[in-house]
């Protein structure tokens, strides 16, 4: 069989808060199944981490004895705290993302004046992936493409018939991922996007995030025919300079995403929390103006 036809049972997840939407992907000749980009939700005024999100994917997985097999992070996200190590210890699963998750390490365990305890080689992941590199879910084919731009370590994973995308792009009324954090560059998002969009017009492209922009409902599906036609940022009549004009511009004006701080130092644990302190207590830094 041609796994390129094969199409996967994808259910999603939407975290509110975030405008996150985390993926359920299922082998649909097995039981074995990933979770895409997993949300704890986290109170910034408090400091409460809670997880009824990820929670509610640990119950669909039990529910239809699902066998979790991936953990897959398509980069280091700074709008939310991850859950893939929360799930992970409590039903299984090994831990993915791309290699240049290094690089992200290297960066920010400088931001956070981390010590020689905080290691920067990619090891808190079972799995890292370089461009191109192939893995399996179940019997579905799955193949990772690096894409950066929006971060360093941004990776599309095709995954039978279906791609997600990450942050890399969102829906076409929305256009593109801002390229302005540490190691982001508008030119790179450009060509990763054009990658994306040489796949076959019929490949379906799943999104992870939407910010349901004008009032319109929420959407996380589109296909890569759509996206050529009628994306905002870039489609076919829009040129390279003419897109790194516009989206450097755009850049410029956006806030900092407010779980930033908190987020990043988390996330580039793989969603582990930093050691506890004498007191028994675990503290986050926040670093003043490195932003």
């Known amino acids: 069989m041609n796994q390129k036809l094969i199409t996967p049972q994808v259910t999603p997840f939407f975290d509110a808060d975030s405008h996150t939407i985390s993926y359920i992907v299922t082998d649909p000749s097995s039981s074995a199944c990933a979770v895409i980009d997993p949300v704890l939700e986290f109170d910034y005024s408090s400091g409460t981490l809670s997880s009824s999100g990820a929670d509610a994917i640990i119950e669909h997985i039990q529910t239809n004895e699902l066998e979790l097999e991936w953990l897959i992070e398509t980069h ?56 191109n590199d192939e893995y399996s879910i179940g019997n579905l084919k799955a193949r990772a493409i690096h894409t950066p731009g929006h971060t360093p370590a941004c990776m599309t994973h095709i995954i039978g018939d279906c791609v997600f995308v990450g942050d890399t792009l969102f829906m076409p009324d929305a256009g593109t991922a801002r390229a302005d954090f540490p190691g982001g560059c508008a030119q790179q998002i450009y060509r990763s996007v054009k990658r994306i969009l040489s796949l076959p017009q019929s490949t379906r492209l799943f999104m992870c995030h939407d910010y349901c922009p004008n009032g319109r409902a929420l959407k996380y599906e589109t296909t890569v025919e759509e996206q050529r036609q009628l994306n905002i940022h870039i489609n076919e009549t829009i040129s390279e300079p003419e897109f790194v004009t516009m989206r450097e511009a755009k850049d410029r004006a956006l806030d900092v995403p407010k779980l930033i701080l908190p987020s990043l130092q988390i996330n580039m644990r793989a969603g582990c929390l930093p050691a506890s302190s004498s007191n028994n207590t675990i503290y986050l830094k926040i670093p003043i103006n490195a932003f």
């Open 76 to 131: 280091i996200h700074a709008d939310h705290v991850s859950a893939s190590s929360y799930i992970k210890e409590r039903i299984g699963g090994r831990l993915l993302i791309g290699e240049a998750i290094t690089v992200v390490q290297r960066v920010f365990g400088e931001v956070y004046n981390e010590d020689q305890n905080f290691k920067r080689d990619g090891s808190q992941f079972d799995l890292l992936l370089k461009d």
